[in-house]
Each structure stands twice: as C-alpha cells, then as structure tokens.
C-alpha cells in the first residue's frame, strides 16, 4: 500500500492543481466581470487558488494518516487510489462547469455593461434636443458639456465606454466605443450610435456575441 501510495502522488497532486487552477481562473473572471482592477484580480485569484489547494492537500495528509492508523489496527480503509480519483474528478468537474459556464457570464455581464452606453447616448441626444430647441443649433461634445446643460461628470465617470461626437446646426451623431476594462467575449469592441432626430441608440458593433 505504500508504494501504491508514492506511485499515486503524482496523480494526486495533479488532481490538486487541476481544481486550484480551476477555482483561481473563476475568482479572476468574477473580479474582471466585477470591474476590479488588475492587481486586485491577481491577488485575489492567487489567494483562492493556494487556499484550495491548501485544503486539498490537508485533506488529503488527514486521509493518508487515517489509512495509516486504520492498517495498524488491522481495519480495511479505501486505498489511496480512491483519494486520487476523487480529487481529480472534482477538478474535472470544476474545470468544465468552468469552460461551459465563462462563455454565457462574460455574455451576461457584457450585455448588462452596455447599459452605460445606451443610458449616457440618451442623456446626449435629450440635452443637445433641448439645446438645439431654445437656441436653434447642436453643440459638440465638449461644448455640451462646457455651457450646454450636461454634467461634465457623466461622461467622466463613465467606466466601460468612451464618448465622441461630430455635430452640426441640423445634425449630430454621438457614439459610444468600448473600452479595455468592459470585458467581452471577443476582441470586437462595443459599438453605440445615436443620430439625431433618433432618440434611440443603435449597436453598430457586438462584441458580446
């Protein structure tokens, strides 16, 4: 039994790896989906990582020791082979609940992100409206948000999406382009559109397909 044990370790510390990895990509993709920043996303998913493996390898010390103490007293205890199929299984199944569940988050959580962009284009298009209606002209982006009636703080408080805009006296067209923190499914950016007289935005670019 103890050299199946040493012939099994490989196998077992395999198994332990599998699931700490597993279990350090999920925080790292919930942080992300979270809007943490970078190295809070690392710490964190390093910190879960070694925190599973540290229990699995207790775990699996306090089982090896029970095995010991049971043969010295003449009882029968699953042999380790057991403790190895189980850890490597549980890291399978997390792995692919991984793989098959990412996909559907990230699409989730892009396509909830996209509300800041329709919201903010809506903001854009009511003031310039609003603007154009007493003084007869669209303002640019930068006017508007200098003496035109929108709050210079919404565009910069804005975390996934950057805003520009190319207006004239009868026309303006706004248009939200996402940003490196809006995480997405692909490495397409984002894209929404508001023209006037059109109050409502329209996605030229899914990247959360």
């Known amino acids: 039994m103890r050299i199946l044990f040493y012939v099994s370790v490989p196998f077992i510390a395999a198994g332990v790896l599998i699931v700490a990895f597993a279990t350090a990509a999920v925080a790292a993709q919930v942080l992300q989906l979270a ?5 809070l996303r690392i710490a964190f998913s390093v910190a879960a990582g070694m925190a599973t493996a540290f229990l699995l390898s207790k775990q699996i010390v ?5 095995q010991e103490a049971a043969r010295n007293s003449g009882a029968r205890r699953p042999p380790t082979r057991v403790i190895t199929g189980v850890v490597a299984s549980v890291g399978l199944l997390i792995t692919a609940a991984t793989v098959v569940a990412l996909p559907t ?3 989730f959580g892009c396509r909830s992100r996209a509300a ?6 809506k903001i854009i298009h009511i003031t310039q409206q609003a603007y154009r209606g007493e003084y007869g002209t669209y303002l640019s982006l930068t006017d508007l948000t200098s003496y035109g009636g929108m709050e210079p703080r919404i565009l910069d408080g804005a975390r996934y999406y950057r805003f520009s805009m190319a207006a004239s006296k009868d026309t303006f067209t706004a248009v939200a382009t996402s940003t490196p923190s809006h995480v997405t499914p692909s490495d397409t950016k984002d ?9 409502k935005p329209v996605q030229q670019s899914d990247a959360c397909k």
């Open 35 to 39: 809007g943490a920043d970078g190295s």
């Open 62 to 66: 306090r089982e090896v020791r029970r």
């Open 105 to 107: 988050f990230l699409k």
């Open 116 to 121: 800041e962009a329709k919201t903010i284009l």
């Open 191 to 199: 894209v929404w559109v508001i023209e006037a007289p059109d109050p």
